[in-house]
């Protein structure tokens, strides 16, 4: 926090070498690169169905036109799926939330017998996933009952190995001294957890919470399994494989994408440094 | 880690006789074991059980229904062994991954090292690298889709050219590989950033004492430093590059693209599963892409361990 | 930070905790926001694969139905045509969870395991709602029966036509005194009328349209030729493979030929191409209402019997009831009442190029008037299918495995022989592979009537 706001006084500071110029000349050409295809997207989302299929195709709309928005949002299939979206991701962020923060807090602050067993079985399952195990993981779900529901979309994705590990070697580097002083006081296990160890670790939680989020938000693969049934679909389920009736439409696809890429890309620009240290820190700590 | 992990409980025992007592009774299965249970249950419903449900399967003739299976020993084994298709789509995974993993790696770095030097608006550079990552695979994939479709294309429009980026199996898999670079590349680029951040100032500011020069600088110290990382970033590059499915999927409206050439082997997989409904079989070649994972993955683990004892 | 801060913090904790027991109770209503906001209606659940102009035609149907039938509330769901598709609905009857009606290609209803993941049909509701046996060609009506029980309601016959602009072809001498193509009976005349066609045609266009990259198309086309040259795939027990790889060499070969012969741009969209000037296209009957909509002169013939016989690829669209273990009551019967009012109103589907299943329609003034619909209604008469086993239909397996094989030798990546031959191989594959929902082979019945 401090340095950058050094960084930043000392920054404006700094005049404009010409290794400075070239590489912020190459930087810009570079980003209109990556930002070339959504903005290519967001411009098609303005055009009428027949200048979004015109030979040959051009990058402005000649005629702006909300058509494609609108058509997207009289349909209705769009609004379910992002209810749904973000029900699903939700329901996903808070259970992993909770259920990896005690189990890292387990494995790293307690001990009972067949701990490290346990420990070693669930770190195997980071080589598991719905792309792996997929067809019998939906036999699992369907003898569950649980296919074209909800939670057949939410639980699946609530066992993570990885934040588990990721908490684990947090707790594990929180001072045992901060522990020992409350359980003199008489605290137990739980309150120590919920009082002591929780606030302590809101950066980590930040973290896996983000990463949990933006992970299950864009899930594919197992929603794409788990439901057939187009009301219960999430975003980009339902776009990829609920068309709309009137044939590929360009401009509305380009549209529904958008809607269900934006809000991740505006948080992001709004909450920018928790994110990037949210994904550097849960991808740091595969080391 | 285990041996940290065991000695939790010495400290404590340290302290004054009533405050171990109470540590102590409120430690044992009881409470560690309550801590982990609820994330054991679902990882033990959603991992474990499938895994071994898997394992099960595939030495029966199950199908689709979830009724009516017999055991048919090795069968699916001796078949898939023998199955040109899915040797085949394991080649198409691969041959992505072997495009993929070089192309990302130096790309990210060099991305890295670009937002790192650039003195003004670095949250710009940040952002434009990485905003792709964060749109859902389908809708990255619906985006190239129609960038790379001929004629009404501005990919082919934009370069003058006009190749046939999604009908032609010589360049399938490159229009894929091309989008997985735009999509994902900001996720590696991240990593290496903040590996480039946590390299320490004093260590250039010695060796421009030293009178080194930029590349040197960059040789001597900033690729060492980089090591790690990039073993990290090539490690979860190979594994999630196996395992291809999404975009290409996507992009070829979910059928296996010109003559086969994007099929990878988790479609050929989840087709047998789903579309064939022979789940019996599906579960005997996910076995199989099981096993292929584990080995490189716990190859990696290998290497990073003789690496450290080497290091040591 | 002081006291705002300490609200702000508050409120974003309350909106939080909101978000999250709100998410949670509206997974455990678990019907998804659709289904919530419409529960006071009897609701009629309709998947299908229709999307383009059949998409519009069916959109069109549902609201006249909707208006007509203001108690039934019709949630229709188009999801992405082919495999994805199917692998859904089976997935959902499946799990229990199917919807109330859906849309299946006849030839893939027996491979789908009727009795299993599809209910009969209730005859006495359907003649209730206007629909009898009487109203179809029994050898369609038939193929929808099972064990004497009826699985699939056909709605239609589509099939697969040459297109041809009219403007192109009078210029190049090719239309007759009827203004419509002069009929080709034999390889050479075709390449001939293909050559003539070029000479007129605007330059940098393709001649034929011919998806020389699509292994369903190329599939159908293939099943066509082959018919025409008298082909069969398996003897009538289905024991043995009857494939004459020599026969299918002559088909590849004449595809191929399109190509080497540069009539084609493999890649080009074959759509834009027709509609900008390019002289042929072979599409399915469903792309009229593209044509029409662009205000095309053109006409559409079955595939040109250029082996000498009459035979173009048809399928048929028919609606099912995918399995419910609770099915019955107003939604089944709703299910019943919207499948007959498409059917028999389905002259707004024929303009979509479709021949009607439904024979009353077939025989108006109305549908006789429309074009180039006459012009093609009698390909109905000169079918081309897939051999009746349980891995065929409408992107079946057997499609799945030598559609990309007829594709490698258009393309030239495999020569049309050594194609042949791998056709062959795995027809004898396939032919002695069990059908996992049963466990038999072809020869055993495999889950066909």
């Known amino acids: 926090m401090s340095s950058t706001q050094i960084r930043l006084t000392t920054r404006t500071r700094r005049p404009w070498t010409p290794s400075q110029i070239v590489l912020t000349a190459l930087g810009a050409v570079v980003s209109a690169v990556f930002v070339a295809p959504v903005a290519a997207a967001l411009f098609t989302s303005f055009k009428s169905e027949a200048e979004a299929a015109e030979i040959p195709p051009h990058w402005l709309p000649q005629d702006w036109t909300g058509q494609a928005w609108q058509a997207l949002f009289e349909t209705g299939n769009i609004t379910d799926w992002f209810v749904n979206s973000l029900v699903v991701s939700v329901c996903v962020t808070t259970v992993v939330l909770l259920v990896s923060a005690l189990a890292g807090y387990g494995f790293a602050r307690t001990e009972f017998r067949g701990k490290s067993v346990l420990m070693g079985v669930v770190m195997s399952g980071l080589m598991i996933s719905p792309a792996v195990l997929g067809v019998p993981l939906f036999t699992t779900v369907q003898q569950m009952g649980m296919v074209d529901t909800y939670w057949g979309m939410i639980l699946p994705q609530c066992a993570p190995a990885a934040m588990v590990y990721i908490l684990y070697k947090f707790f594990q580097g929180i001072p045992r001294e901060l522990e020992e002083a409350a359980f003199i006081d008489g605290a137990g296990r739980w309150r120590v957890f919920f009082t002591i160890i929780l606030p302590l670790s809101r950066p980590s939680l930040a973290a896996v919470g983000i990463f949990t989020f933006i992970a299950s938000w864009n899930n594919f693969l197992w929603p794409y399994m788990v439901t057939n049934n187009p009301d219960l679909m999430t975003m980009p389920n339902g776009i990829a494989t609920v068309m709309n009736s009137y044939g590929i439409q360009w401009a509305q696809l380009m549209a529904g994408g958008l809607m269900a890429g934006l809000p991740l890309i505006i948080v992001f620009v709004f909450f920018q440094r928790q994110i990037v240290a949210g994904v550097a820190h849960t991808g740091l700590a595969g080391q | ?312 | 930070m002081g006291r705002p801060g300490l609200n702000r913090r508050h409120l974003l904790a309350t909106a939080g905790g909101l978000a999250v027991a709100g998410s949670f109770g509206f997974a455990a209503l678990g019907t998804g926001a659709d289904a919530l906001a419409s529960s006071a209606r009897t609701r009629v659940r309709y998947w299908n694969l229709f999307s383009g102009g059949d998409g519009a035609n069916m959109i069109a149907m549902l609201d006249a139905f909707r208006k007509e039938t203001p108690g039934i509330d019709v949630k229709d769901s188009t999801l992405q045509w082919g495999n994805p598709f199917y692998t859904k609905l089976a997935m959902a009857a499946a799990g229990n969870r199917a919807p109330e009606l859906g849309v299946m290609h006849l030839g893939r209803v027996a491979g789908f395991s009727p009795g299993r993941l599809l209910d009969p049909w209730d005859m006495d509701l359907l003649a209730k709602y206007g629909v009898r046996q009487e109203d179809y060609h029994p050898a369609l009506w038939n193929r929808g029966v099972i064990d004497g029980k009826l699985y699939a309601l056909p709605l239609d016959i589509h099939v697969q036509l040459c297109f041809y602009r009219k403007d192109v072809l009078r210029k190049a001498g090719l239309l007759g005194d009827d203004g419509r193509m002069i009929p080709v009976t034999s390889t050479t005349e075709w390449f001939d009328v293909l050559k003539k066609a070029r000479q007129a045609q605007k330059k940098g266009l393709q001649t034929i349209g011919l998806w020389t990259n699509d292994q369903n198309f190329q599939w159908w086309f293939f099943v066509a030729f082959y018919t025409q040259l008298g082909g069969t795939w398996f003897d009538d027990a289905n024991t043995d493979v009857t494939f004459d790889a020599d026969k299918a060499t002559q088909v590849l070969e004449f595809l191929r030929r399109h190509v080497t012969d540069g009539y084609v741009i493999p890649g080009a969209p074959t759509g834009e191409q027709f509609i900008n000037g390019a002289p042929f296209t072979w599409e399915g009957n469903w792309s009229v209402p593209v044509f029409s909509g662009a205000k095309l002169d053109y006409g559409a013939t079955p595939l040109p019997p250029v082996f000498g016989r009459q035979a173009t690829h048809a399928e048929s669209h028919s609606f099912v009831l995918p399995h419910q273990a609770g099915r019955g009551g107003a939604p089944n019967e709703a299910a019943h009442r919207l499948a007959a009012y498409i059917v028999r109103h389905a002259q707004q589907w024929a303009a979509g190029g479709h021949i009607p299943a439904y024979t009353p329609t077939l025989s108006t003034d109305a549908y006789k008037k429309l074009t180039p619909q006459n012009e093609y209604v009698q390909a109905m008469d000169h079918q081309a299918t897939e051999p009746k086993v349980w891995f065929a239909g409408s992107t079946g397996i057997l499609a799945q495995d030598l559609g990309p094989i007829v594709v490698s030798s258009t393309m030239g990546s495999a020569r049309p022989d050594a194609a042949a031959r791998r056709m062959k191989d795995r027809l004898a594959t396939l032919l002695a592979s069990k059908n996992p929902m049963d466990g038999q082979t072809a020869a055993q019945g495999g889950a066909v009537a």
């Open chain 2, 1 to 312: 880690m285990t041996t940290s992990a065991q000695t939790v409980i010495a400290p404590a025992r340290a302290r004054t006789a009533t405050a171990t007592a109470t540590v102590r009774r409120k430690e044992g299965f009881q409470h560690g074991g309550w801590f982990v249970a609820p994330f054991v249950a679902l990882f033990a419903l959603f991992v474990i059980w499938p895994l071994l449900r898997g394992i099960w399967l595939s030495f029966t003739d199950a199908n689709i229904s979830g009724e009516g299976a017999s055991f048919i020993g090795l069968d699916n084994y001796r078949e898939a062994l023998d199955d040109p298709m899915m040797w085949d789509s394991l080649g198409h995974s691969a041959y992505f991954t072997l495009l993929v993993v070089p192309c990302i790696t130096v790309l990210a770095f060099l991305l890295a090292m670009l937002a790192h030097h650039i003195e003004r608006g670095k949250w710009i550079w940040r952002l434009c690298f990485f905003a792709p990552f964060l749109l859902p695979s389908t809708v990255a994939a619906n985006m190239w889709q129609w960038l790379f479709t001929q004629g009404i294309g501005l990919f082919n429009e934009t370069l003058g050219i006009d190749t046939p980026w999604l009908t032609d199996k010589s360049y399938a898999m490159l229009a894929v590989v091309i989008e997985t670079l735009w999509w994902t590349v900001g996720f590696s680029f991240l990593l290496y950033l903040a590996a480039l951040q946590g390299i320490p100032a004093h260590l250039y500011e010695a060796a421009k004492l030293d009178g080194a020069n930029a590349w040197h600088r960059m040789v001597h110290i900033t690729l060492p430093m980089l090591r790690t990382i990039t073993g990290l970033v090539v490690a979860l590059q190979v594994l999630a590059s196996l395992q291809l499915f999404d975009q290409a999927v996507v992009m070829m409206d979910f059928g296996p693209g010109p003559e086969l050439s994007t099929r990878s082997f988790v479609q050929y997989t989840l087709e047998q599963g789903f579309t064939s409904y022979r789940v019996g079989y599906a579960s005997a070649v996910s076995i199989i892409f099981f096993v292929i994972i584990a080995v490189v993955a716990l190859a990696r683990m290998w290497l990073l361990r003789t690496r450290e004892e080497a290091t040591r």
